[in-house]
């Protein structure tokens, strides 16, 4: 019963919450990224931002839309590698139900122990947004909840 009550506030969308998996590819020397957000919270967030309608849809999207997506994205979010900001590189979006798929890559990227993520997509439309990360490396995940008042996560991996 309680999965039930957490899978209808799920979908009722009462409280603001995101997921972004990180994943680091060592053969191909990269950090692949899915983001995904709810798409009403997004449209809001871009329109907020630059000043314009924006609708994210597949059937009647925005001309600009993936122009505008990747400039919040890379204002938002953030991957450190051993202390060295990495550029990311927008790769696409797929929309599935009321979601985005954000999809992200950060190239030539060596091996590492340390990596720090800020996250702080949509936390300028509520405050009370909780953006979750789960990073794998190595076949471990290391997750962690990142908020607005505490928009960075440190992880280590041996």
């Known amino acids: 019963m309680p999965f039930l009550l957490m899978l209808l506030a799920f979908q009722s969308h009462k409280f603001y919450v995101s997921v972004t998996n990180l994943e680091y590819r060592e053969d ?3 950090i692949q990224i899915i983001s995904k957000v709810f798409v009403d919270d997004f449209e809001d967030i871009l ?4 000043a314009e309608e ?3 849809s597949p059937e009647s999207e925005t001309k600009n839309a993936n122009l505008l997506i990747e400039k919040y994205v890379k204002t938002k979010l953030k991957v450190e590698v051993n202390g060295q ?3 990311l590189n927008f790769i696409g979006k797929k929309y599935k139900h009321d979601q985005i798929h954000l999809f992200i890559e950060i190239t030539q990227v060596d091996d590492f122990n340390r990596v720090e993520v800020t996250n702080l997509i949509l936390t300028d439309l509520f405050d009370d947004q ?3 990360i789960h990073f794998k490396k190595d076949g471990k995940t290391k997750s962690a909840v990142i ?5 960075k996560a440190l992880l280590k991996f041996n």
């Open 130 to 132: 909780k953006n979750l």
């Open 85 to 87: 900001s990495l550029p």
């Open 47 to 50: 329109e907020l931002r630059y």
């Open 147 to 151: 908020i607005k008042s505490d928009p």
């Open 28 to 30: 191909q020397k990269s």
């Open 54 to 56: 924006v609708t994210l």
